[in-house]
């Protein structure tokens, strides 16, 4: 079964600093995965996808995530974060057999000025 | 071109009641799906309709329902409503999976408080 999980529910970090959010998945077949942010009172948006080739993916705003099948991870990173990157992240993994696309718990991030 | 739109925003309804969103895809997608947003419970997944037909559908209770209709624009349906049924209901609407512009695009939710 499908299952994508999260590590972290709560990450505070200055600005400038360096963020990684973890993410693991179960599904060994095909996989699409995703980045979707959520800022506060608006809706979810598109960070970055994986479908396949480089498994290091570029999105929007800076962000990037690197596709490892071996660890069945799927982590984003960001060199240098900023006070408008505070938002809430999810991890998402849908079968390009059944369309379905489930997502982690979702992580926190607080930005301090 | 127009995103993916639901109505109503807000809504407030009596526990025990019965209650219908809907969810208008951004046009040319064929797949739209439901998912509800807690504080605790994050992004759960609903169900999940294609060309008319449920594909896919999460452990809700049959209390929750949906369907899609042939201009692929989908509502979804809450009976006998509980208090915890109190949540943001987001929509998504998709292409097929494979090509360059595969994605799920989301609507701004509809805010139900069950009162």
């Known amino acids: 079964a499908q299952s994508v999980s999260q590590h972290n529910h709560h990450v505070i970090l200055s600005e400038a600093a360096s963020l990684e959010l973890g993410c693991n998945y179960s599904?060994?077949?095909?996989?699409?995965l995703f980045w979707y942010v959520q800022y506060p009172g608006q809706h979810l948006q598109l960070l970055l996808k994986y479908f396949s080739g480089d498994p290091l993916v570029k999105g929007i705003k800076g962000f990037e995530a690197e596709f490892i099948k071996s660890k069945f991870s799927f982590n984003l990173r960001k060199p240098s974060v900023q006070w408008s990157d505070t938002a809430e992240y999810f991890c998402g993994e849908a079968s390009s057999n059944t369309g379905k696309l489930i997502f982690g718990q979702g992580t926190t991030l607080q930005v301090k000025p | 071109k127009a995103g993916v739109t639901q109505t109503p925003r807000y809504l407030i309804k009596t526990r025990g009641q019965q209650v219908t969103l809907s969810c208008s895809p951004i046009s040319g997608h064929r797949s739209v799906s439901w998912y509800q947003q807690t504080p605790g419970q994050g992004l759960q997944f609903l169900f999940e309709y294609f060309s008319e037909t449920q594909r896919n559908k999460g452990n809700f209770p049959g209390r929750f329902s949906g369907r899609q209709f042939s201009n692929s624009r989908s509502e979804m349906n809450v009976s006998t409503l509980e208090l915890g049924d109190s949540a943001l209901y987001l929509c998504?609407?998709?292409?097929?999976?494979?090509?360059?512009?595969?994605?799920?695009?989301f609507g701004s939710g509809t805010r139900l408080t069950v009162v």
């Open positions: 998504a609407s998709s292409l097929a999976p494979g090509g360059p512009d595969y994605g799920y695009t």
């Open positions: 599904y060994g077949g095909t996989v699409n």
